[in-house]
């Protein structure tokens, strides 16, 4: 999977890379891969810390632990946990998804993971202030309103739909 995945993105690299040099010569070709660096310099950081609070979180929290309260047998209780901890947790994708992967590596159920990630998305707290001060009040609870439902119920349907696939999913997540 991993090596896969490395060959498509190497491959997409060099097609970009071959349009750059088409459109606009070695000039667009070099600007775009010296605006990649950058971005890379600017998010090493964030990737750096949030690999240690993925690290440490697998430290601190037992398999057996996440297994009882995020498993594939808390149900409701595991999803709800899920929904609340992706509403709370602050930051980015850089923080988020390293912590899923190692919940999800520990023993959480893949409807945990989805609510968790969609709860992320869709409920995030931290980015309320700014929904708000940009869009109003009413639409932010307009928008929080018609989304309420979308964490655990997706929760709940990669759970029932998909859950029996969580041992291959876990393989692949470790391999990569």
């Not at 309420?148 to 990669?158: K, M, R, T, V």
Request: some cysteine; hydrophobic content about 55%.
């Amino acid at each position: 999977m991993r090596d896969r995945t490395i060959w498509l993105i190497t491959a997409v690299v060099l097609i970009l890379a071959g349009l750059a040099w088409s459109r606009g010569g070695p000039q667009d070709t070099l600007a775009g891969l010296l605006q990649g660096g950058q971005t890379l310099l600017s998010v090493v950081p964030l990737l750096l810390a949030a690999f240690i609070v993925a690290g440490l979180v697998q430290a601190l929290v037992t398999e057996e632990f996440v297994t009882r309260w995020l498993g594939s047998r808390s149900g409701w209780r595991g999803i709800a946990l899920a929904c609340l901890g992706g509403a709370l947790i602050p930051g980015g994708p850089y923080v988020y998804y390293p912590i899923a992967a190692v919940l999800l590596q520990s023993g959480a159920s893949l409807g945990v993971m989805v609510a968790f990630v969609t709860a992320k998305n869709l409920w995030s707290v931290s980015r309320l202030p700014l929904e708000v001060a940009l869009l109003g009040p009413q639409l932010t609870i307009l928008r929080f309103a018609v989304t309420l439902l979308f964490p655990p119920l997706l929760g709940l349907l990669a759970e029932r739909l998909f859950g029996h696939h969580l041992p291959r999913i876990r393989q692949a997540i470790q391999s990569s």
